[in-house]
């Protein structure tokens, strides 16, 4: 998930091409997305101070080029091609009965074209029900 090298640390330009990739307004929203409150994202900004492992981690769910957004070098997001597309069922793997495979198919359908964010939110509702229909 790491960078070759991070060349750059200067928040403010950090944050920019952040807000340029995801098409944000605010920076409120940047430290949303990395689950920080304003306060402390502003102290970390006068600072010079970038969170890297969240940013990281922002990245890699995003599918935003780390390279672009630390160093301002190469393409925005991740080049397609090197995602290696597949079904849930088909990344679970053998060894597992139909029904463990028709749940995936279902959540499938149920995150497709949705950020990361809102896919998350999906699967803790499907594992919330889970939960509570087998107490």
Do not use: W
């Not at 679970?92 to 029904?99: H, L, S, V």
Request: glycine share 4%; charged share 30%; proline share 4%.
């Amino acid at each position: 998930m790491s960078t070759k090298k991070i060349i750059h640390t200067n928040f403010d330009e950090i944050i920019t091409r952040i807000m340029q990739a995801k098409n944000f307004k605010h920076e409120y929203e940047v430290a949303e997305a990395l689950g920080f409150k304003r306060v402390a994202f502003s102290e970390r900004k006068k600072r010079n101070s970038p969170p890297i492992a969240e940013i990281e981690l922002f990245c890699h769910k995003e599918f935003l080029n780390p390279d672009f957004v630390f160093n301002n070098q190469g393409e925005t997001f991740v080049v397609e091609a090197k995602i290696q597309p597949q079904t849930i069922a088909e990344q679970i793997g053998p060894g597992y009965g139909p029904e463990v495979k028709l749940v995936a198919d279902y959540l499938e359908v149920k995150i497709k074209g949705k950020t990361a964010e809102e896919r998350l939110r999906v699967v803790e509702e499907i594992m919330a029900d889970i939960r509570n229909k087998y107490k």
